[in-house]
């Protein structure tokens, strides 16, 4: 790939859109970056240089009007409806968000005649039900997604392998397994836990953490790892191809919480709480990223215990800022 003179960020304002626009910054200085944040929202740009554009996905008219004024020639679809909690609660926004919302990106893209690369974000949440010696996942492997935010994911992907084959359109799909890092919501897990453990040791909750399904074992990686893999696609990735992201290995949520503990001096019970138990999880996932690495030389060169105590150290400044601990 040449480098970039027009990048298109969308999801700017989410999680992982504040760490892409910032690597894009270091990474494509002089490129213009646009950053595609949700109408009717406070802008919280990750910092100055990122050019803002309000838009709404779920409106083909106003997906042209960003193509129009962006005219990019690389793409980072991250905008999504991303909590799988929240798509069992509201299924029908999840999956036009995350399946309507691309076909409008690729639909307006399409008719402005415009073949930017397009790394479309997924999620490892597609593959779903996978047998134990399917494991580590392959790109190959059938989608058996079980919860609503796998299944928009799973129709997203097709439209973009389908938008390739039929108009050539420069998709590369990606689906990152399980990430995590400061700023993330505590809505997921390991954001919960360490938010939780920050608030024990500020006395601000009891000492008791509460807890879901601690059984279940996942691929994660830090967030700022998942973010080199997206630059590394867009640069070195093969237009049509999926790739997966992961570390390789699978982690169980009592795994993690231990290694979180281990970084706190607090006694601390650990007690369920049903109403955090989903009504499907998966039982084991991790990435095979052997494709990505031919592909593109990306190495998920990760020191896990670190990369959670980051995330705790972040939680600890916000409940010890924050005026009612609670965040």
């Known amino acids: 790939m040449t480098v970039p003179a027009r990048i298109l960020i969308t999801g700017v304002s989410g999680f992982v859109g504040s760490y892409l626009a910032q690597a894009c910054l270091r990474r494509y200085p002089k490129a213009t970056t646009f950053g595609l944040y949700r109408q009717h929202l406070a802008l919280p740009l990750p910092q100055t240089g990122i050019q803002p554009i309000s838009g709404d996905v779920l409106s083909l008219e106003s997906m042209q009007n960003v193509v129009d004024r962006a005219r990019p020639d690389l793409v980072f679809h991250l905008a999504a409806q991303s909590s799988v909690a929240s798509s069992w609660s509201d299924p029908i926004r999840t999956l036009r968000v995350n399946a309507e919302g691309a076909i409008h990106l690729f639909e ?139 570390s390789g290995m699978a982690y169980s949520i009592a795994d993690i919480l231990n290694m979180l503990l281990q970084h706190t001096d607090h006694p601390i019970r650990i007690q369920q709480d049903l109403n955090r138990l989903l009504p499907s999880d998966q039982a084991a996932m991790r990435a095979d990223t052997s494709q990505l690495q031919r592909h593109t030389n990306w190495r998920p060169d990760v020191d896990l215990s670190q990369a959670l105590k980051h995330t705790l150290d972040y939680w600890r400044s916000i409940v010890t800022t924050a005026t009612d601990g609670h965040r």
């Open 108 to 246: 307006a893209l399409r008719l402005a005649g415009l073949m930017a690369r397009i790394v479309v974000v997924g999620s490892g949440e597609q593959y779903g039900a996978v047998p134990p010696e399917a494991n580590p996942i392959k790109e190959s492997q059938p989608f058996h997604p079980t919860n609503p935010y796998a299944v928009a994911k799973a129709t997203q992907d097709l439209y973009a392998y389908q938008y390739f084959v039929a108009y050539r359109l420069p998709t590369i799909r990606v689906r990152p397994f399980n990430h995590f890092g400061p700023r993330q919501l505590p809505t997921f897990v390991i954001a919960s836990l360490a938010r939780q453990i920050a608030l024990i040791e500020a006395g601000k909750i009891e000492p008791v953490l509460s807890v879901g399904n601690l059984q279940t074992r996942h691929d994660f990686l830090p967030v700022e790892a998942v973010v080199q893999a997206y630059l590394a696609v867009a640069e070195r990735g093969q237009p049509g191809e999926a790739y997966n992201i992961g």
